[in-house]
């Protein structure tokens, strides 16, 4: 089957890095997805990766292990608006989306 | 610029009450139209995508169907809701640009059913 893994729930402090985790096993890789989701709210692009390693956009950056099925997004100088759900999304082989449950993220002062 | 329309953006309806649910797309041409459903505290669960105009794909068998009569429009249908009908449904377009093929959502409707 096909599975997305990451964290359920992450707490930090307003200023911090914080670093959320996503493990995937699908049939097929066509690239990996990061989307932000405020409460209540549509998702929202982030970012994209199908080669391995770092891509950065400003205080966001996700890395890819493709031999691990491995996958981290980075979250730079930490804002209370960064206070959201971060979806993790594998596109398989057939150009579908596997969505994670994703990551809620805390913001403390 | 491309922009998603749905509506309406909250909708509580009685147990076995029909559903209708319209998105449109504006601003592009043949797109991959999408149907989620996110329960609370959930990820997306795919219902129905679209590669064009009558050509719907069924991802999840429940009493929910789906109908694209215009090459931007995506309805989402039900004749008798269920409680666990229940969620927040996302429309979500996409084309292929490059080398990807990244969806756009829609505002999203809230349905509770009672």
């Known amino acids: ?109 | 610029s491309q922009t998603i329309h749905q509506w309406p953006a909250t909708l509580v309806q009685p147990v076995g009450s029909p559903l209708s649910l319209e998105c449109t797309v504006e601003g592009t041409s043949n797109p991959n139209l999408y149907w989620y459903r996110q329960a609370a505290g959930r990820g997306l669960q795919l219902l129905f995508y679209s590669v064009g105009i009558g050509q719907i794909s069924s991802e999840v068998p429940q009493n929910l169907s789906a109908s694209r009569p215009q090459d931007r429009q995506f309805i989402l249908s039900s004749k008798k809701l269920l409680l666990s009908d229940s969620g927040f449904y996302l429309c979500a377009w996409s084309v292929m640009a490059g080398d990807y093929n990244e969806q756009f959502f829609g505002p999203g409707t809230r349905l509770t059913v009672l």
Request: with cysteine.
């Open chain 1, 1 to 109: 089957g096909q599975n997305i893994d990451q964290p359920t729930e992450m707490t930090a402090t307003e200023g911090a890095i914080v670093q959320i985790n996503c493990t995937y096993q699908t049939s097929g890789f066509n690239g990996l997805f990061w989307y932000q989701q405020h409460a209540g709210e549509a998702p929202t692009f982030l970012s994209y990766n199908v080669l391995d390693g770092l891509e950065e956009k400003g205080r966001f950056s996700s890395f890819l292990s493709r031999s691990k099925g491995y996958s981290y997004l980075l979250l730079k100088e930490l804002q209370m608006k960064d206070s959201a759900s971060y979806l993790c999304a594998v596109m398989d082989s057939n150009y579908q989306l596997i969505w994670g449950a994703g990551t809620k993220l805390i913001i403390k002062p």
